[in-house]
């Protein structure tokens, strides 16, 4: 496997390691943040595995899938899975939205997100 794509797998393992972390710690915000970026990182190591170019500098998850051509291959629960985490990597960022996604995120909810990221990654690291 080429080099930069093992690093991209490398760290969204990292990060799913720490949203587990976060689960334990309870604290619910980094969960999805977490979940957000360890999906965003195997995005690009999808992207530079099929690409053979750098990926985007972009968070968008939904971006990122549709500029490596992989967003039409997911299922439509997927796709809903993405949208419903993508707002994620911003809002935790962002202390005025803090209090309202931290109402959101309760211990269940993090650990469906969880779920769905550890399967996604799964998904796409089968396809590499």
Do not use: C
């Given at each position: 496997m080429d080099d930069k794509v093992q690093y991209w797998i490398e760290?969204?393992?990292?990060?799913l390691e720490t949203a587990e972390a976060m689960l334990r710690s309870k604290r619910?915000?980094?969960?999805g943040f977490m979940c957000h970026q360890a999906i965003?990182?195997?995005f690009k190591a999808y992207f530079t595995s099929t690409k053979s170019?750098?990926?985007?500098?972009?968070?968008?998850?939904s971006y990122l899938a549709k500029k490596g051509d992989f967003y039409e291959s997911f299922s439509e629960e997927q796709k809903d899975f993405i949208d419903q985490?993508?707002?994620l990597n911003i809002?935790?960022?962002?202390?005025?939205?803090?209090?309202?996604?931290?109402?959101?995120?309760?211990e269940m909810k993090c650990l469906e997100i969880l779920?769905?990221?550890?399967?996604?990654?799964?998904?796409?690291k089968e396809k590499l």
């Open positions: 760290i969204s393992d990292y990060d619910y915000l980094y969960v965003e990182k195997v170019e750098t990926a985007p500098f972009s968070h968008s998850l985490i993508e707002p809002e935790a960022r962002y202390p005025s939205h803090k209090e309202r996604l931290l109402k959101s995120l309760t779920k769905r990221t550890k399967e996604l990654q799964i998904w796409i």
